[in-house]
């Protein structure tokens, strides 16, 4: 961006404020079409599904399964995320950490959109992108397991551990037990 704006400086020695500002806001959005995929497989009309799809074959993502013998949810109120802590045996956590995870919660409070948990279950399945691991794709199980729900969480004296909540991060050596200990 700062190329082009050199470039226009070496055009013209002072151009009028208008088109300054227009050729920014141009490199701008062209720098916003350019690195958002995301965007751009809109626009040529590719749903999410066809995008993990493609993914999947192309070996840029992997489906991982899990089983989770329970769970702890809270919500990280310094950044309005749902946090899952979930124990997959092992001393191992793996933490889920969006909101996307607000979509499985039960809702009891609107007659039209009313639906009971959906998530942790006892086994479900991530999709996630290789190149940064981004969680593309929670598919839960049948089974639902009711997390300990904790009002108000420890999140730094969780954080003195020294996980961080990194969504799909698996914490090794640390028993449910005592992640719950720490962050009720």
């Not at 749903?47 to 899990?66: P, Q, R, V």
């Not at 199980?141 to 003195?160: A, L, N, R, T, W």
Request: aromatic share 14%; charged share 25%.
């Amino acid at each position: 961006m700062g190329f082009g704006m050199w470039v226009l400086f070496q055009i013209i020695e002072e151009p009028p404020f208008w088109l300054g500002m227009t050729v920014w806001f141009a490199l701008m959005f062209s720098s916003v079409v350019i690195f958002n995929e995301g965007f751009l497989r809109k626009l040529k009309g590719q749903s999410d599904e066809e995008y993990i799809k493609e993914l999947l074959s192309n070996g840029k993502a992997k489906k991982e399964t899990y089983n989770v013998e329970a769970g702890i949810y809270f919500n990280d109120l310094g950044t309005g995320c749902a946090v899952h802590l979930l124990d997959i045996g092992n001393n191992k956590i793996l933490c889920l950490y969006g909101q996307y995870l607000y979509d499985f919660e039960p809702i009891d409070d609107d007659p039209e959109q009313n639906q009971s948990r959906k998530f942790p279950t006892k086994q479900f399945s991530q999709i996630k992108r290789l190149k940064d691991n981004f969680i593309l794709q929670l598919i839960p199980g049948s089974d639902v397991i009711e997390p300990i729900i904790v009002k108000e969480p420890k999140i730094k004296e969780f954080y003195k551990l020294n996980p961080k909540l990194i969504d799909g991060k698996i914490i090794e050596n640390l028993s449910f037990k005592e992640a719950l200990s720490i962050v009720q």
